[in-house]
């Protein structure tokens, strides 16, 4: 298995641009997290599904922020519009069981908004 | 609320001894506790977890012990070498999610 893939893994846009950062969990994997990091804040947890479904989104800091899952194997993070202040690494991570188990990291996207 | 401490923010040690770093959380209901390491530039890899019907845990070097009392858990390296130079996360389950410590930058001198 080739473990979590994240693509891209760099982006660089003008603020006010849409940008989509896209997942794809290890298969078999039933949970999938976002988080995001940057030297202020560490690994914040934007939001996580289960089965597909969200289940908490409370860490998604603006309505700027969506997130979906359409299938088991694809989720996407959508900003509109960027901002500066948005620019960190962006991790996807999966995990085989809702709780309590390893959380399995994708190799991130780094996201400049310039 | 949810919230997990993690100290020190940096730790820097000389090759061959021992390294250890400290968290705690403020959920008593929080029973899964696991470490990741992170290299420069790449993603954050599991590197023990400990449960917390457990006190301790060891994996060659490396062992991880839990105070539930207490609500602390600590990340203990031993013989550090080079290649364990890098960024240490403590993370604790609230519920069906894993909050993260910090981190700790762990530097170690040759």
């Known amino acids: 298995d080739a473990g979590v893939i994240q693509s891209p893994r760099h982006e660089v846009t003008e603020m006010g641009q849409e940008v989509t950062l896209r997942c794809k969990p290890i298969?078999?994997?039933?949970?999938l997290f976002w988080y995001r990091q940057t030297m202020m804040r560490g690994l914040e947890l934007l939001i996580y599904f289960n089965n597909n479904v969200p289940i908490d989104d409370s860490g998604m800091p603006e309505d700027r922020f969506s997130a979906k899952m359409p299938n088991a194997s694809f989720s996407t993070l959508k900003i509109q519009p960027s901002e500066p202040r948005d620019s960190a690494v962006y991790f996807c991570?999966?995990?085989?069981?809702?709780?309590?188990?390893?959380?399995?990291f994708g190799q991130g996207t780094r996201l400049t908004v310039v | 609320g949810e919230n997990v401490e993690q100290h020190p923010s940096t730790l820097s040690v000389q090759e061959g001894d021992s390294a250890v770093i400290k968290c705690t959380y403020s959920?008593?209901?929080?029973?899964?506790f696991p470490w990741y390491k992170q290299e420069l530039g790449k993603r954050p890899q599991l590197i023990i977890d400990i449960r917390s019907n457990v006190g301790e845990k060891k994996d060659q070097r490396i062992a991880v012990t839990l105070n539930k009392t207490a609500k602390h858990f600590s990340l203990h390296i031993t013989e550090t070498q080079p290649e364990d130079s890098a960024v240490y996360f403590c993370a604790a389950s609230f519920g069906n999610k894993l909050v993260f410590g910090a981190g700790t930058i762990l530097r170690v001198k040759s």
């Open positions: 991570a999966s995990s085989p069981a809702f709780k309590n188990t390893e959380a399995f």
């Open positions: 959920d008593s209901a929080s029973n899964y």
């Open positions: 298969s078999g994997h039933n949970s």
